[in-house]
């Protein structure tokens, strides 16, 4: 059974950071394009952040603040947040794909969440 589960979410006061994980079972998603959405209250999901081929890109909202990077070994991707601000509040989703994209469509593989929450 594939499974993408998230950790690393919780409360934190604006300007801080926080790094979330991504750890895949079931399959190896070395070939995959992995990424990140959000989702905060009353909002669309949203992109963040997609690492795939190597390549990377992010919303013009985290830009030079988010960093997404991958360990192979540990099927494992991870998103460094630092410079947290209030508007980051959301819950945070991992997919993986065939392909990256902004959009949600190709990702077939969704993790559960976890929430990350900025005080001001």
């Known amino acids: 059974q594939v499974q993408l589960v998230e950790s690393g979410g919780g409360l934190v006061q604006a300007g801080g950071s926080l790094r979330l994980s991504c750890a895949a079972s079931g399959r190896t998603f070395s070939n995959y394009a992995m990424a990140w959405f959000r989702q905060a209250p009353g909002k669309e999901r949203e992109f963040v952040a997609v690492?795939?081929?190597?390549?990377?890109d992010y919303a013009n909202s985290v830009k030079g603040r988010f960093t997404i990077s991958r360990d192979g070994a540990k099927n494992t991707v991870y998103l460094q947040m630092n410079s947290l601000k209030p508007e980051d509040t959301a819950v945070y989703y991992c997919a993986a794909g065939p392909y990256g994209s902004r959009q949600d469509r190709p990702y077939n593989y969704w993790g559960q969440g976890t929430q990350v929450t900025v005080s001001s």
């Open positions: 690492m795939s081929a190597g390549s990377t």
